[in-house]
């Protein structure tokens, strides 16, 4: 296999910043805002969903690229229902199919879905009443695996494409279709024959997750053609981010922040292993919690009920696995917990995004410790990590895969260790997006350490990064350089080791060099660039490449880099670090926002704008 990387350039067109889209003098905006209101029951269209209508009615590709919880779903099913003929969907999960089919049915708006554990007979009489001329369907929900192996229904799709009467083709949680993604799903790979067998057919591409590596790879794979690109901050507002030790007292520690803030309250904790599930929901029972477990080895019928008691308040927290979540709808979540480092940042942004729906203040904590990082690597190398379904998440043990993987795992840990940077501040810049992190307003850990600063000239040391970066071929990822920087001998960067280099930044405290390389990359020095492999794949990574407009001047000292460090003698940090006292985070503000529910969402919706 060659992995030769290829720099790949796909043109596409910023849509968010086009007020074309945002046009009411569409022909179909008349029946659309009437819809939305009298099908959906919603009173307005959140940020550009209306403008991703207009845009996928229009007949274009389009790319959206929208929070959990944006409302992603609107986008199709409202043109679904305005449409004459067949909206097909390709969904990941059956559960989430039937979830979303439950709510159409509701709204009397017609879907059906053909799954491989179906009844052949079953699949049948619903392939039959697709063709008939009389179809009533206006959805048609397909797990990706429907459309890798069954050319029945291939078949029946071309016939409704030459009567005219496929309007759509939706991929949602569209990010599966990467490699270089946190969920990776094989099935997606063969997605791209869609765009071929129906040249016609407008596309909408839907993700809450992507960064720059995995949108290029989606739009490739499936060979989307001058798509349009909606996107949205990824900023929660109303989300707090806390990074704490892990300790061995941990669920103590749980329990007695639930009780401090969120007493009673509905929440998630995420946990590595099965056994880790139980064990921490029955420790959370003794302490009068009402506590269950979650996760992929348990009967289907018992983790239904749970979901159910869940959903309904009769139990108030989901200790889980990842195989939790995805599609979850509950409004109310007011904390998500990790018990245990998640395998990505994108994952764990995404598992922290299903908590604060109403838009309502909500917490995320991560307990984190080194030695789960090192046991969660172990597991990723096995290849024993939980996917979030095993239906169709095998096959991902592939090298190039386990590099992703573990490339994944250590940004998490580098995130982790930062104890400097606003937590938002971090999240963000691996979506591509800028923020100013004295917007965060004390909201997360980092923000709220009332740290003591010195500022350092760390010119030589950016000077040495980007020196690393050009000596090793511009071929490497950031967590890669760092690993080389540090000296480390671990076996992908031992090669390295005679590398004037390896090793020069060993004098430097934990977590620095990673700071200074961020801030390289922030300023635009070094570029996290795309690579492409051209294994059976093709998948993508991304590899850091220097700016060479921009390294003259630090080379020539004509650009210095001042950086603001902690002191050692930090100022007592908040609360947290102290056992003695329980953290409490922000109650006033909480309680306040408590009393007007609809308030809280209002804002909630004029923040995310
Ligand atoms: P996503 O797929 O982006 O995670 P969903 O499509 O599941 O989000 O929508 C999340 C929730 O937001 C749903 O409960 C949905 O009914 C609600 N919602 C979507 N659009 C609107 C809107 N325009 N007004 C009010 N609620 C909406
Ligand atoms: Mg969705
Ligand atoms: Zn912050």
Same mark, same amino acid.
């Given at each position: ?9 796909? *043109? ?36 550009? =969903? ?5 845009? !996928? +009615? ?59 554990? +179906? ?23 397909? !797990? ?11 078949? =029946?799709?071309?016939?409704?494409? *030459? ?43 839907? !993700? ?51 009780? @401090? ?15 880790? /599930? ?19 080895? +348990? ?50 942004? =995404? ?29 990723? !190398? ?39 940077? /606003? ?23 980092? /923000? ?13 040391? @950016? ?31 031992? #090669? ?13 405290? #934990? ?52 950086? #603001?460090?902690?002191? @050692?003698?930090?100022?007592?940090? +908040? ?14 503000? =909480? ?17 995310? /704008?």
């Amino acid at each position: 296999r060659d992995y030769t990387p290829r720099i790949i350039d796909i *043109s596409y067109t910023e849509g968010s910043d086009d007020k074309k889209w945002s046009s009411t003098h569409f022909a179909w905006t008349k029946e659309l805002e009437a819809s939305n209101k009298r099908v959906f029951g919603n009173r307005s269209f959140r940020p550009n =969903q209306r403008e991703i209508i207009n845009a !996928t +009615m229009s007949g274009h590709d389009v790319f959206v690229l929208m929070p959990t919880g944006g409302g992603k779903s609107l986008t199709y099913q409202l043109p679904a229902l305005i449409c004459n003929g067949v909206t097909l969907v390709v969904s990941p999960l059956v559960s989430l199919i039937q979830d979303q089919i439950m709510h159409l049915l509701q709204a009397s708006i017609s879907a059906t879905y053909l799954s491989a554990s +179906m009844e052949w007979s079953e699949q049948q009489e619903i392939l039959r009443e697709l063709m008939s001329p009389t179809c009533t369907y206006k959805l048609l929900y397909v !797990t990706p695996e429907k459309i890798a192996k069954s050319d029945v229904l291939l078949r =029946q799709l071309e016939n409704l494409y *030459s009567r005219g009467h496929l309007s759509r083709i939706v991929i949602d949680e569209a990010h599966c279709v990467s490699q270089w993604g946190h969920d990776f799903r094989l099935d997606y790979q063969h997605l791209g024959i869609l765009k071929q067998k129906f040249p016609q057919t407008p596309v909408l591409a839907l !993700t809450a997750t992507a960064t720059a590596s995995v949108k290029e790879d989606v739009v490739q794979v499936l060979g989307l053609s001058n798509c349009i690109v909606f996107r949205q901050s990824f900023n929660r507002p109303n989300l707090r981010y806390f990074v704490w030790p892990k300790t061995k007292k941990c669920v103590e520690d749980i329990d007695n922040f639930i009780h @401090a803030n969120h007493p009673k309250e509905c929440g998630i904790i995420y946990c590595l292993s099965r056994m880790d /599930c139980e064990k921490v929901a029955e420790k959370l029972r003794e302490c009068g919690h009402k506590a269950s477990h979650y996760h992929g080895s +348990m009967d289907p019928n018992d983790r239904a009920y749970v979901q159910n008691q869940w959903s309904k308040d009769k139990i108030n927290i989901i200790c889980a696995t990842v195989a939790f979540g995805m599609g979850i709808n509950k409004p109310d979540v007011r904390f998500v917990i990790h018990h245990s480092l998640p395998k990505s940042i994108e994952g764990y942004h =995404q598992e922290c995004g299903r908590a604060g729906r109403d838009g309502q203040l909500s917490s995320c904590v991560l307990y984190y410790n080194y030695s789960d990082y090192i046991r969660l690597k172990h597991m990723v !190398t096995q290849g024993v990590v939980e996917q979030v379904t095993s239906a169709s998440g095998g096959g991902s043990c592939h090298e190039q895969a386990l590099e992703t993987h573990k490339d994944n795992l250590l940004r998490m840990v580098s995130y982790c260790e930062n104890d400097v940077d /606003c937590r938002r501040l971090l999240q963000l810049i691996h979506f591509g997006e800028m923020f100013d992190p004295s917007c965060c307003g004390k909201t997360c850990d980092n /923000c709220l350490k009332e740290l003591r600063w010195v500022e350092k000239d760390v010119t030589n040391i @950016a000077r040495q990064l980007v020196d690393l970066v050009m000596m090793t071929r511009q071929t490497y990822s950031t967590p890669h350089i760092l690993e080389v920087y540090r000296g480390s001998m671990n076996q992908n960067v031992k #090669k390295h080791r005679h590398e004037s280099l390896h090793g020069a930044g060993k004098h430097l405290a #934990k977590g620095e060099a990673a700071r200074i390389l961020r801030h390289l990359i922030t300023e635009g020095i070094l570029i996290e660039d795309v690579k492409k492999s051209e294994n059976m794949y093709g998948s993508t990574s991304s590899v850091l490449k220097a700016n060479h407009k921009k390294i003259d001047d630090l080379r020539s000292g004509k650009h210095i880099i001042v950086l #603001k460090f902690p002191t @050692a003698d930090k100022a007592p940090k +908040m609360g947290i670090l102290d056992r003695s006292s329980v953290p409490r985070i922000n109650k006033t503000i =909480q309680q306040q926002s408590g009393v007007d529910k609809n308030l809280a969402s209002e804002l909630y919706e004029a923040l995310r /704008c």
